[in-house]
Nanobody, 127 residues
Framework: EVQLQASGGGLVQPGGSLRLSCAAS????????IGWFHQAPGKEREGVSF????????INADSVKGRFTISRDNAQNTVYLQMNSLQPEDTAVYFC????????????????????WGQGTQVTVSS
């Protein structure tokens, strides 16, 4: 059973960049649909970016289009989230999640679609 470990969060100024990593063990990331979610204080967990198994096309929330990029390195068995032009409203705990196989696009967003979750990594955007 795949296990996920998220890392790479931190404190960054507005306009800055961070790269989050989601390292997998016990399974190949290329066999899974992987999603990045974020959860701000007092708010629900929301989907940010998704990458379906064996597919290069990425799906992103409108709020991050043009700023965030999800990618997969099969050799490292890791999925990344490159976050550029960060804004204070991006402040949240970020989680990666996995579901074996390919989810249809409408099922990418509900957190109930995923049965494997990494621990969160805090991203704080502040001057």
């Amino acid at each position: 059973e795949v296990q996920l470990q998220a890392s790479g969060g931190g404190l960054v100024q507005p306009g800055g960049s961070l790269r989050l990593s989601c390292a997998a063990s016990g399974g190949r990331v290329n066999d899974y649909t992987i999603g990045w979610f974020h959860q701000a204080p007092g708010k629900e967990r929301e989907g940010v970016s998704f990458l379906r198994n064996s597919e290069s096309r990425t799906i992103n929330a409108d709020s991050v289009k043009g700023r965030f990029t999800i990618s997969r390195d099969n050799a490292q068995n890791t999925v990344y989230l490159q976050m550029n032009s960060l804004q204070p409203e991006d402040t949240a705990v970020y989680f990666c999640a996995a579901r074996k196989g390919r989810l249809i696009i409408s099922n990418l967003w509900p957190i109930a679609s995923y049965d494997h979750w990494g621990q969160g990594t805090q991203v704080t955007v502040s001057s």
